[in-house]
């Protein structure tokens, strides 16, 4: 009999990373275009290069806001609606977006962004999903194959800012907010996908397993936790967006300044667009496409390990952006080596932050991490749009770098057995 139940709860499991990984891809494409154009809409609209960070602050303080609500959301009916209603809130906000830039309405603008950002709360809270029925010898697999299936949607969404803009002008659509149309319809598919699909929900049914295995060993399984350990998990996952966010969410503004000096100062709205497209593609193809790999490291060399590896990366990112900012090229690798080792401590630290905390803690600790997370990001970008003004693009790697060193100082925390 336990064979059998083995059995299904694995075949339970594929279904599951399949569905949520559909939903990913679909779900990248708002999240890519919103990170390319949010800076660019938010300058353009609001006439200050200083307030362009608010863009970024305000699809993370969005996701922020709805992280906690969703996760418990999530504990008591299900991913299934939790994942629904974030995908709705998105559906929402590029609506909101697309008629901001119509009217020129800056306030608008942010409020649409705000709720993008709620609907990201639903894809980050996706790869949690896909580890409420994973082995604990595969967990870090199963998590990071759901974040790389973000890669598809997240380096398109970039990539249609071309084509957007010829269809958007093809319809009569405002400028630069073409591509919004390709995401309103890749969330409208992710939103009926997880309706249709995603059955049984998987951490309805996880509960159910935990409980039936409290229940035989009569009593709770709250002494695996290991609050300390989630604690520092929390903190490096928050610590590793932020240096993440705060960096790329200057770079379309400081690509712009760069085409500008290129041309004489009269670059084309295109030529920005292309610049800024690509380096974004590759930034997003950086923060998932080898996520599977970095999963499987974190399965079998440790969580920690693959957590400080990725510090090493976000440190080589920060010497780029530092040292080679005047370069298209040495932006684009910043923003690489930016995007590879915000994946390596992500996925890291999210499989960590779940084996360190007890099952019937998971969800509220989850929703706490992700909320933790897009709050410091949105604080981070806002004095990054600052620290651009006064100190140039450096000023901004030389910040972060501050972040970074408390996060290794602090490693020590990820090992202990409390």
Known sequence: MIEVAAVNQAAVQRRTVLVLSLGQVLG?????????????????????????????????????????????????????????????????????????????????????????????????????????????????????????????????????????????????????????????VAQAAAFLLYIVALRPDPLLTAQRIARDAAASLSGSLSQLDRPTVARYAIFVIAGSHVVMASVMAMTPIHLSHMAHSAHGGHASSTDISALVGVTIALHVAGMYGLSPVFGILADRLGRLRVVLLGQVLLAGALGFAIFANDSASGVMTALVLLGLGWSAATVAGAALLTEASAPELRTRRQGRSDSLMSLCAAAGAVLAGVILANFQYAGVGIAASVLLIVMVVLAPLGRTQK
Do not use: K
């Not at 890519?32 to 307030?51: E, I, R, W, Y």
């Open 28 to 184: 990248g494409i708002a999240f890519g275009a919103t990170v390319s154009l949010g800076a660019l809409l938010a300058a353009d609209l609001s006439g200050d290069d200083a307030l362009s960070g608010l863009a970024t602050a305000s699809v993370t303080l969005g996701a922020a806001l709805c992280a906690i609500p969703l996760a418990r959301l999530a504990s008591r009916v299900g991913r299934r609606r939790a994942l629904t209603l974030g995908n709705l809130f998105a559906l929402v906000g590029i609506g909101v977006v697309i008629l901001a830039a119509a009217l020129r309405n800056f306030p608008m603008l942010l409020a649409g962004i705000l709720m993008i950002g709620a609907g990201n709360a639903g894809n980050l809270q996706s790869r949690f999903a896909a580890t409420d029925l994973a082995s604990p010898q595969h967990r870090g697999r199963d998590l990071s194959v759901v974040v790389w299936a973000t890669t598809v949607g997240g380096v398109s969404g970039p990539l249609l800012l071309g084509p957007g803009e010829i269809v958007g002008q093809a319809i009569g659509m405002p400028p630069q907010t073409g591509s919004y149309l390709f995401s309103l």
